[in-house]
Antibody, heavy 124, light 108 residues
Framework: EVQLVESGGGLVQPGGSIRLSCEASGFSVSRTYMSWVRQAPGKGLEWVSIVYRSGSLYYADSVKGRFTLSRDISKNMLYLQLNSLRADDTAVYYC??????????????????WGQGTLVTVSS | DIQMTQSPSSLSASVGDRVTITCRASQRIDTSLNWYQQKPGKPPKLLIYAASTLQSGVPSRFSGGGSGTDFTLTISSLQAEDFATYYCQQSYDTPRRTFGQGTKVEVK
């Protein structure tokens, strides 16, 4: 069974840092794309970052230079280091498997598995 | 960057109603469009990928359509468990994954 479990959220002061973890089971994080998606309280979903199977990393413009995604293949874990945090980074952070689906001769990516999320609150 | 716009932002409906939600992309995305359902306090759940393919285990009352820039999610006969917020998401503009702002389906 595919499972994702996030941890590490909490209350952080503006300008502070925090590290989120995502433990994957039932599949290998090295064999698929993995993303972090966040959701501010009462708001919609915002894609944050992605790691390809190759290890290539990409970020949303809103977090580029402040957040760093990493993975530990031996532990089947995904991490998100959040630095220089601002009040508008307050959100539930989800890790999600960005799975490849083959359909009608073409490939498509979709988030087919999600963790329960971990809340990061940036406040003084 | 590709922007995704859903309409309406919210709607009120009754059990048994046919409900349609629209998603428009700011540029062509072929059929690289996914739909998710999210209930309060829960993570999103994948309903449809590639614009019209039902994810395993999703009831057949859900259907998706469209290509290019205009897409729809239809619930043929709304059930009590379908009251939720629905999001579209594009996966064409790799590596970015853009979501629509969401459509909340509420009880009339």
């Amino acid at each position: 069974e595919v499972q994702l479990v996030e941890s590490g959220g909490g209350l952080v002061q503006p300008g502070g840092s925090i590290r989120l973890s995502c433990e994957a089971s039932g599949f290998s994080v090295s064999r698929t794309y993995m993303s972090w998606v966040r959701q501010a309280p009462g708001k919609g979903l915002e894609w944050v970052s992605i790691v390809y199977r190759s290890g290539s990393l990409y970020y949303a413009d809103s977090v580029k230079g402040r957040f760093t995604l990493s993975r530990d293949i031996s532990k089947n874990m995904l991490y998100l280091q959040l630095n220089s945090l601002r009040a508008d980074d307050t959100a539930v952070y989800y890790c999600a498997r960005d799975e490849w689906f083959y359909n009608d001769g073409s490939g498509y990516y979709a988030f087919d598995s999600w963790g329960q999320g971990t809340l990061v609150t940036v406040s003084s | 960057d590709i922007q995704m716009t859903q309409s309406p932002s919210s709607l009120s409906a009754s059990v048994g109603d046919r409900v349609t939600i629209t998603c428009r992309a700011s540029q062509r995305i072929d059929t690289s469009l996914n739909w998710y359902q999210q209930k309060p306090g829960k993570p999103p759940k994948l309903l449809i990928y590639a614009a019209s393919t039902l994810q395993s285990g999703v009831p057949s009352r859900f259907s998706g359509g469209g290509s290019g820039t205009d897409f729809t999610l239809t619930i043929s006969s709304l059930q009590a468990e379908d009251f939720a917020t629905y999001y579209c998401q594009q996966s064409y503009d790799t590596p970015r994954r853009t979501f629509g702002q969401g459509t909340k389906v509420e009880v009339k």
